[in-house]
Structure formats: structure tokens, C-alpha cells
């Protein structure tokens, strides 16, 4: 089927002119003018080209939609520009060169239906200009982004069309090296397709740019012998089998591609869009990784697609055999038909309760164990299952993390039953994948709705077939439901995601949540809502008699292995939550769990210092159908002086419930004592601590004396932890207080767990009220910490946060604190995108304050994917004015595909903090917009995977046995007749279809 283009206008109805001045701020002009009114450029080249359009931006030009007056129908034609976004005289040498080979492959290749024709090679004004036939239609990208998924005859017809297409070029020594669907456009004219971009082309026997070390390409579609420089005739091959996965799939091709297995998994995202083996086996050999067991050339490719499917004189008998014995069988009914069998009784039926329901429906939640595997028997209650073994795989790249998560479970009992698994993960986690492995069998999953995919699941589950659906039940709990999980079987559940690390203090931080803490519920707080209510895990106590969790876990049922590679020489690795193995290389470090029999039973962190980690601002970048990716890290080079700092009333926070009690209350009071004695002479201070009932050292903050230093200091000696976490009572105590005085800084300083129901009430509050010129700084104090708690105030309040292990070090977390509070390296940040076409979207949307060693950390997107540049402005300590300009280029050439999921969490945190305490549906679908778009799990959204195959227990007697007990209507004898006669019909039908299937095999 031919995919219709959207119809575009015609070149004489264009209302503007367009500036080819790289550096024109207004480019903009009436469709008239002959000079630029920004700049004074012409706006004419070679006195005929006028531009009226920016359609394109990459690393070493820019495009544009033009018209040529010099001819009376004014047709449309593309305009390529040379304009290096990185400049210097490499760069410069390398776009010129670019462009002249491009000119000169175009012309040697001639006219081709299929390639844009070239028109005009000319420079002016130091740039050069390559005009071509200009593609009026809709690339394939845009295609799949408003149509779907292509069908495999779609993909077929794709294939027939450019492979000789391919053919030709190589013909010509001539290598595309970028072929992608965004450089497929589909002709409006006659629908047909229509290869662009030559600009990374090379002739086979280049050397230059074609040498080992210089990547050409869009990575996401480049063959592993390009990425190294070596570009051949089957590095297109490959890219166009890429192509085709991406577009059958919908899924980016870096998703498409298991690096632990080595191998691509494109099949397991095909949907109910499945494609024949031979068209699979096609698309195989289009992406093996060695040359040499690829095709060689696109005629290879054809003569496959074309061929007829034979079949061998074994499966010719196959087939006849199977034929008769579907005849035989009919025969045998109409002798000899199944006994009828009448139950006037209620049927018994072998079937899982339902504990899906609708998000206004669904049970108040139960008393139980927290975190892991649930299975629900008949009467509603939970059995725990054995965890048998968890995996932790992490690949650490610069800042950035990826993380494998596999879970082994065992099903103990006798019947196929519905489980419920929730785990804990980082609350900043973009999880992007979701898989279960039931044996030899892997079921994928899918972004969906969440009402959607709970009712894809719910239905799979009442066809007995196994399901699993993967829930975000709170910012940092997920539950992971499996239906129809088979007596004996093992069941492993490996979630993915990416994650940047926190950098603070010149060391940065991995930390993997290995515990779901009780959390705790007051009596008159609102009932969680959508999302909110837990299936199970999650224990929840309107009084301080919550579930306690063991301090130690076994250590044999657990690997975690991290791999960090920094590119620099890696110092200082070391893990104050529990022992770790340490291999060290140059730039690489191997750590791993140490093997014991007992691990302490809490989040497992790790800190390690790179060398040079003084780089001062670092922009990676991503480019893709969505739009143009980048995240920026910058550590602004200034200096502080002591005279320079801000007196403070400071505020502390102590949570002093029941979850405190022991460890965690004494190392809050050793904190407090180093924290009174830290402060500055001209601070003043006091102390609210917060169970069911609120006290304070006093009514108002108290000056920095020895004698007020000891009285709070004997006050907080005296605190013991009993009674229910009510933070809100805390929180309304801090926010009732009067504004600072003029010239001072109220900072709150709050010391707590986190382990409450209502946290999401708690950050709609400070969200709403906390005052202007207000910084809280959190500190998570225990084994087990809310770490989604901690980190929003800590953000919301432009303040810092810490999560501290039990055996951290008061003294030296109190030293960190001050050199952070004391030295506000920059504030009142402003964050604005300098450029052409749309703006940026950038978070978040308020920068914090940055503080001693720390980072200013941006997520961004241009949707048009035109470069620019971000500009960063801020006040210094003394009150001097900063501002950095850092260049944003969306190079073709180069991409994280990280970044893109990690701009697509930081957008949907940002709509969910406005959202709090005020959920609405506009916000509500920008959300689930943004997590199907980026394949994000969110509150919304969820994954849900459904396997192809019913199940059933042939081994369950006692289900046998009920089974026997169904009623079942008796036929009158002509429906006798007509059953025959349909069996008979049916019998012939399939053994067509089987043999049909059999000549598909070759």
C-alpha cells in the first residue's frame, strides 16, 4: 500500500525571504525584499535562489526551501549550505570538503527518478551552495510518526523500490552511509520513494573521511565496521535493514539491540503485525554484525525477496500425511462422536481471582510484608513467594547510568496463579524496558495507557494466557503483576532504565534501592489517589506499630556488579552502605557485592572520583523524529570569599517517630550537635521536632551564643523516637514562621525518613507556600529512606539533599552541609536558548541555587532540532553578574540516545510537581503524551506484555477432575449433522493451511 504525502503549497505563495546569514539574528524579511533588513545580506544568490525556508540543520550545513525567480513558473528547490556549527579550520576544511564530494557523487550518479537531481554547484561569499530538485512529500519517519507501524507488505514494497536503487549507486563506487527514514522522502507526485543526503557519501575507494576513526553516519543506523571508519557497499545494506526494523517496529533502533545478548530482538515488538519467516530471515542477514556473513550487495538482497518458496518430497509427504489424518479423524466422529455429558449443578471453573480493578474500584490496601512477590489465592490473601536470586547489571558512562534489573521467582504452589512483584528503584529512574522469561519463552513489553493496558491484561489473563504489566505506583514503588504463572515454573522479571548520577563535593554517586520500606498513613490523611493505592508490599499503619524490617539479608541470593568507565583514570571507589570487590583498570573499574552471608539490609551506594573532574561544562546531544536532544552539565568556575557569606535563620526539622527509633534517632542527634556548633556568629537558629505532636526549642529563632548552643544541645539529647511520622505538623510549624528579616536567608534544615503515605501531599505544600528566599535542605536519616521524598523538597526548596548510610560519618557530613549552605555559588539563575525557530524546552524550569562543587544539570529539546546556543546567567557571591554561552549542535554524525529519555523524565517530573495536590486532565495527557512518545513508565502509563500462547496445566488432576464436571448442552440431530459436516470442512481447511505453510518453508 502507498502511504499518501500531505499535500504542500505551491512556491509563489510564500509570504517570506529568508536570510542565508549564518549570523542574522532576524532572518525573517518581506517575499519581496532584495537585501536583508536585519543585516543588509542579499537575499538573491547568483541573483536567482531566494530561500524561504529553514528545513534543515546538522553539524556541517543547513538547508532550505527555496524558489528560482530566474524561471516563469518559480519552481521550488533545495538549497544546501556550508556552515560548520563547531568552528575552527578543521571543521571548516571538513564541511568544505563534504560539500564538494557530494557535488561531485551527484554529478557523477546523473538523474535517477529516485535521487534528487542536481541543479547548480556554486560558492559565495565563502560559503558553498548545492541546489537540487527539491522532494515535495513526507519523509518515512514522518510517515511512521502519524501512520503507524509499516505492514510487511509495505517493508516488501520499500525494499523492491531502493534496492536497485542501491545497486545503481554502488554501481557508480558510490556509498550513501546514511540511509535512515528521515532521508526517505515519499514523493507527493506519483507516492514513490526517493533517496536524499549525499552530504556523508563517499566513493569506495576515498580515503579521505573514510579513514579508521572517522565517524560518518547517524548512529542509531550505522553498521559496526562505519562506526570504525571503514565504510563498505553492505554498510547501506545494513542501514536499510535497520530502517526496515524501525519502522516495523516503531521502536528506536537502540532499543531494537540487546548488547548483554549481541543480538537484535526487533521480533519481540512487532505486535500484532507479525511478517512471514522468509521476509524475517531477509532483515536477519540485512543485520549481521561480521561483513562477511552479510549480503554483499543489493542484488543479493532481491534474488532473495524475489524468490519462490520450494518444498522438499519430505514435506510434501508431511502434508498429504497430516491431510489424511484430519480425514480420518472427521470419519471417526461421525461413527464414533464424544459422549455427552449433563450437569444440572453450577459449573466449577479453574480460574485466578481478579485483583485488577479500575482506579476508583480498587481494595483498600493490605496489611503486608513489604517489597517482593505476591501470588493471590482463591480466598483473596497473599502467599509470599521465595526471591530466589536478584541481578543488578550497571553500565556507568560518564554521568550516566544503564541498568539491567533481573528477579528470579519461583511459583511453590500447585495451581497457575496471578503474582504481584514490587520492587523500589531510583525515583528519577527513566524505565524504558520491561521483560519476563518463563523458561525458553521471552515476552516483551509494551507502552500503553495505563486503563489500556490494564485491560489488554486483564483480558489475556481470562484467556489463561501469561501476561505481565508493569505499574509505577509511586515515583520510586513499582508493581509488576504476572497472570497465569504455571505450577513449578521459575519467572524472571528484568526491568531497564537509565539514570544520571548526582555529582557533589567532587565525588559522584550510584545508588541502586535494594528495600521497600513500611510507610506510614495518618488517620485524617487523604486516601491515595490514582496510582497511589498499593497492591501489595508496601505496609501501611495509622500508628507507630509499623512492620520491621531485618537489619541483615542473606548475600548469597544477590549479584550486583557495576561497570564505570570514565574515560580518565577512576580514584577513591568506595561504598559506605555495604563491603564491595574492586577490580581497577586505567579508566575502567569493575565493582561487585562482596560475597557474603549476611549484607546489611538497606539501598546499596557507591562513590567514586574521576581525575580532572574540574571540566567545567560538558553538552551532549541527540537527534531523532522527536526532535533535537541535549543535557548540560556545568560547574561555573567561581570563587567565594568567607566576608561574602549570607547570615541565615536557620530552622532544624527533626522527625523523632516510632521509624526513628534506635540507629537512626542517635546518628539525627549526633548530626544536630555538629551542626549547632557549626554555625556562623551572625546565624540564628532553633529546633522543631515532630512525632504525632509538634515541640520546639522555641517560639523564635534564637542567637548564635555558647549559652543558646548549649541549650539546644541539651534539648536535643533528650529527644527519643516514639509515635507516628506526622511531617505535615512539622511542615505547617516551619511555614507559620514570619519571613526572615531583610538581608538574611531562612534555610530549613530538615533531618527525616520519608517513610509516609501522604509524601506527595507534603510536596504539594511546600510547592505552594513555602516563602520566597526560603532553602530547605533534606537529609534522609535511616536504612531505608524515602529517597523520592527527600530529593523533591530538597529540589522544590532550592536546597540541597543527602541520603545518609547508617554508618556515615556526622562529623564529616556536617563539614560538607556548611561548605555547601555557606558558599551559594551562584543564585536567581536564568536560562534562555539563543537561537532561530522554535524555542527550546529546557528543565527545569526553575534552576536552583548551585552551591561549592555542584553541578547546574539541564535537560532540553528543540523540537525543529536547529542549532543555537543556551545562555546562562546568574548572580555570584558578592553580586557580580555570570553569564555562559555554551554551543547546542545536533550533529548527525553523533548522539546519546540517553539523552532524549532523560529530557522525556525530566519533562514529566516537572508536569507532575505542578500537579500534586491538583491533578487536571490537560496535565494529565501531557503526561502520558510525553511517556508514550519516549517509552517512559509514569503514573499513567504503563508496560504490559502478553504472551501468544494459552496455557494449560495438563498435570493439574484436581482441575481435570472439576473440568469434567462442565454442563454441556445436548444437540438436536441436525445440529448433529451440521457439527459433521463442519469438522469435516475444518480438517480440509487447516491441512490447506498447513501445507500452505510448509511451502513457506524452504
Known amino acids: 500500500m502507498t502511504k499518501p504525502a500531505p499535500q504542500g503549497s505551491t512556491a509563489n505563495n510564500s509570504n517570506q525571504s529568508y536570510c542565508y546569514n549564518p549570523d542574522c539574528q532576524h532572518p525573517e524579511n518581506p517575499p519581496d525584499a532584495l537585501f536583508c533588513q536585519s543585516c543588509g545580506s542579499n537575499l538573491l544568490l547568483q541573483n536567482r535562489y531566494r530561500a524561504i525556508q529553514l528545513i534543515g540543520s546538522g553539524g556541517f550545513g543547513r538547508t532550505f526551501r527555496a524558489i528560482d525567480e530566474s524561471k516563469p513558473s518559480q519552481p521550488y528547490c533545495a538549497i544546501k549550505q556550508s556552515f560548520p556549527q563547531q568552528q575552527g579550520s578543521k571543521n571548516r576544511e571538513k564541511a568544505s570538503e563534504l560539500f564538494r564530494q557530494e557535488a561531485q557523487r551527484l554529478s557523477t550518479l546523473g538523474y535517477h527518478p529516485r535521487i534528487p537531481q542536481l541543479l547548480n554547484y556554486f560558492e559565495q561569499e565563502q560559503h558553498q551552495y548545492l541546489v537540487q530538485e527539491f522532494i515535495q512529500g513526507q519523509n518515512l519517519a514522518q ?58 557519501a563517499k566513493f569506495a575507494s576515498e580515503t579521505i573521511l573514510g579513514k579508521t576513526g572517522t565517524v560518518i553516519g547517524s548512529a542509531a543506523y550505522t553498521s559496526p565496521e562505519q562506526v570504525r571508519g571503514k565504510a563498505v557497499y553492505a554498510s547501506d545494506i545494513y542501514s536499510l535493514g535497520v530502517t526496515c526494523i524501525h519502522l516495523l517496529t516503531e521502536i528506536p533502533p537502540f532499543d531494537l539491540f540487546d548488547s548483554s545478548e549481541d543480538a537484535w ?78 450437569s444440572t449443578g453450577n459449573p466449577t471453573v479453574i480460574t485466578q481471582p481478579s485483583t485488577k480493578q479500575s482506579p476508583s474500584s480498587k481494595q483498600p490496601p493490605r496489611q503486608t510484608p513489604p517489597g517482593g512477590l505476591y501470588g493471590y489465592a482463591d480466598n483473596g490473601e497473599l502467599q509470599a513467594f521465595p526471591l530466589q536470586h536478584t541481578a543488578v547489571s550497571a553500565k556507568i558512562s560518564g554521568n550516566i547510568s544503564r541498568v539491567e534489573v533481573k528477579q528470579t521467582f519461583a511459583n511453590p504452589s500447585n495451581n497457575p496463579i496471578e503474582a504481584v512483584y514490587e520492587f523500589p528503584l531510583p525515583d528519577e529512574a527513566a524505565v524504558d524496558d520491561m521483560e519476563i522469561r518463563i523458561g525458553d519463552r521471552i515476552i516483551r513489553g509494551m507502552i500503553k495507557k495505563r486503563e489500556q493496558a490494564e485491560k489488554i491484561y486483564e483480558q489475556a ?283 538574611r536567608l531562612r534555610s530549613i534544615v530538615l533531618l527525616t525518613d520519608g517513610l509516609i503515605g501522604n509524601d506527595e501531599q507534603i510536596i504539594a505544600k511546600i510547592q505552594k507556600e513555602l516563602k520566597p528566599g526560603n532553602r530547605l535542605y533534606s537529609f534522609g536519616v535511616g536504612p531505608h529512606s524515602n529517597r523520592f521524598l527527600i530529593n523533591r523538597l530538597a529540589e522544590l526548596g532550592r536546597g540541597t539533599a543527602e541520603i545518609l548510610p547508617p554508618n556515615e560519618s556526622a562529623e564529616e557530613v556536617a563539614a ?54 543556551l545562555r546562562i546567567r546568574g548572580i555570584a557571591a558578592g553580586g557580580k553578574r555570570y553569564e555562559k554561552i555554551l554551543n547546542v549542535n545536533f550533529d548527525q554524525v553523533s548522539g546519546n540516545g540517553a539523552v532524549a529519555q532523560l529530557w522525556g523524565r525530566a519533562r514529566i517530573k516537572d508536569l507532575m510537581n505542578q500537579m500534586y495536590g491538583d491533578e487536571t486532565p490537560d496535565a494529565v495527557k501531557a503526561v502520558t503524551d510525553v511517556a508514550l512518545a519516549y517509552r517512559l513508565l509514569s503514573k499513567y502509563t504503563a508496560f504490559v506484555a502478553v504472551s501468544d500462547q494459552g496455557e494449560v496445566d495438563s498435570t493439574n488432576t484436581e482441575a481435570k477432575s472439576e473440568d469434567n464436571n462442565y454442563p454441556v448442552a445436548v444437540p438436536e440431530p441436525d445440529q448433529i449433522f451440521a457439527q459433521i459436516f463442519s469438522l469435516l470442512l475444518l480438517g480440509i481447511f487447516l491441512a490447506r493451511k498447513r501445507l500452505k505453510l510448509l511451502l513457506m518453508i524452504k
Open 143 to 200: 510517515e511512521l510518526a502519524h501512520e503507524g507501524p509499516f505492514t510487511e507488505s509495505e517493508i516488501r514494497k520499500l525494499l523492491e523500490d531502493l534496492l536497485p536503487l542501491l545497486q545503481f549507486v554502488h554501481t557508480y563506487q558510490v556509498i550513501h552511509r546514511d540511509i535512515k527514514p528521515e532521508n526517505i522522502i515519499r514523493r507527493q507526485l506519483d507516492g514513490s520513494l526517493v533517496l536524499v543526503d549525499f552530504g556523508a
Open 265 to 342: 530482538i526487533w521480533r519481540h515488538y512487532l505486535g500484532k503485525k507479525p511478517i512471514s519467516n522468509s521476509l524475517s530471515k531477509i532483515i536477519d542477514k540485512m543485520l549481521q554484525s561480521a561483513t562477511k556473513r552479510r549480503y554483499q550487495s543489493a542484488n543479493e538482497v532481491l534474488l532473495d525477496l524475489d524468490a519462490k518458496p520450494t518444498i522438499s518430497p519430505q514435506k510434501k509427504w508431511a502434508a498429504a500425511s497430516l491431510l489424511i489424518a484430519v480425514g480420518l479423524l472427521g470419519v471417526r466422529y461421525l461413527v464414533n462422536p464424544s459422549p455427552q455429558q449433563v
Open 461 to 743: 489473563k481470562k484467556e489463561g494466557k501469561t501476561a505481565g504489566l508493569l505499574e509505577q505506583e509511586k515515583a520510586n514503588i513499582f508493581t509488576q503483576s504476572l497472570a497465569n504463572i504455571q505450577p513449578g515454573e521459575k519467572v524472571d522479571v528484568i526491568i531497564r532504565y537509565t539514570n544520571s548520577l548526582k555529582f557533589e563535593g567532587g565525588d559522584y554517586e550510584f545508588s541502586f534501592p535494594m528495600v521497600v520500606g513500611p510507610r506510614y498513613t495518618s488517620g485524617n490523611a487523604l486516601k491515595p489517589s490514582f496510582g497511589e493505592q498499593l497492591l501489595g508490599g508496601v505496609a501501611y499503619a495509622s500508628n507507630h506499630n509499623l512492620t520491621t524490617l531485618p537489619a541483615t539479608r542473606s548475600g548469597h541470593d544477590i549479584d550486583v556488579s557495576v561497570e564505570i568507565d570514565a574515560g580518565v583514570p577512576i580514584s577513591e571507589v568506595n561504598s559506605p552502605s555495604h563491603s564491595v570487590a574492586i577490580q581497577a583498570a586505567s579508566s575502567t573499574v569493575k565493582v561487585q557485592l562482596a560475597k557474603e552471608e549476611a549484607i546489611a539490609n538497606q539501598d546499596l551506594i557507591l562513590r567514586y572520583r574521576v581525575a580532572d573532574a574540574s571540566t567545567q561544562a560538558t553538552v551532549l546531544t541527540q537527534s531523532d523524529q522527536r526532535g533535537g536532544h541535549f543535557a548540560t552539565y556545568l560547574i561555573p568556575a567561581l570563587e567565594y570569599k568567607s566576608n561574602e557569606i549570607v547570615p541565615k535563620d536557620v530552622v532544624f526539622l527533626i522527625d523523632t517517630s516510632g521509624s526513628q527509633s534506635g540507629a537512626p534517632i542517635e546518628q539525627s542527634q549526633e548530626l544536630m550537635r555538629q551542626f549547632i556548633n557549626g554555625l556562623n556568629p551572625k546565624d540564628t537558629f532553633t529546633i522543631i521536632d515532630f512525632s504525632n505532636r509538634t515541640t520546639q526549642l522555641s517560639p523564635k529563632p534564637l542567637a548564635n551564643t555558647p549559652a543558646n548552643r548549649r541549650k539546644a544541645i541539651a534539648y536535643v539529647n533528650r529527644l527519643s523516637a516514639n509515635g507516628g511520622t506526622e511531617l505535615m505538623n512539622g511542615i505547617d510549624t516551619v511555614l507559620d514562621f514570619p519571613a526572615a528579616p531583610a538581608g
Open 816 to 869: 560538607e552541609f556548611f561548605r555547601e549552605i555557606n558558599n551559594p555559588v551562584l543564585t536567581n539563575i536564568e536560562v534562555s536558548w539563543v537561537g532561530s525557530g522554535k524555542e527550546a524546552e529546557i528543565y527545569p524550569l526553575k534552576a536552583p541555587d548551585l552551591f561549592a562543587n555542584q553541578p547546574l544539570v539541564l535537560f532540553g529539546r528543540k523540537q525543529d532540532r536547529s542549532n543555537g546556543k
